[in-house]
């Protein structure tokens, strides 16, 4: 059974810092074969996709404008793990983020429970 687990520290004033990270355990398919996300969710609102990793040779990583070269997000294979660095971190960037790992090209998906993160002055 595959396991998503997101972890990091819960609160954060206004143009600080925080770091996610999440992991994936228990998968048959390695882990550098899947496209891992990140997403969010306000208190009222929907769930809203933050940033995604396509592996491979050519690894590209996406973002949502909003946190473009604000947030970083990066993949270690060797350690099944992915992470989201968040810097100059806003007030609307509060909320539960969620990681996803997906295999292209099929309906394989696993979410991980998700994490709060609180945007605090």
């Known amino acids: 059974q595959v396991h998503v687990v997101e972890f990091g520290v819960g609160f954060v004033q206004p143009e600080g810092s925080m770091r996610l990270s999440c992991t994936v355990s228990?998968?048959?398919?390695?882990?550098?074969?899947?496209?891992m996300s990140w997403y969010r969710q306000a208190p009222g609102k929907q769930r809203e996709w933050v940033a995604s990793?396509?592996?491979?040779?050519?690894?590209?990583?996406e973002y949502l404008e909003s946190v473009k070269r604000r947030f970083t997000m990066a993949r270690d294979n060797a350690k099944n793990t992915v992470t989201l660095q968040m810097n100059h971190v806003r007030f609307d960037d509060a909320g539960v983020y969620y990681c996803?790992?997906?295999?292209?090209?099929?309906?394989?998906?696993?979410w991980g429970q998700g994490t709060q993160v609180t945007v605090i002055s």
């Open positions: 996803k790992a997906n295999l292209p090209f099929t309906k394989e998906e696993y």
């Open positions: 228990g998968a048959d398919t390695e882990f550098r074969s899947y496209i």
């Open positions: 990793n396509h592996p491979g040779d050519g690894e590209t990583t």
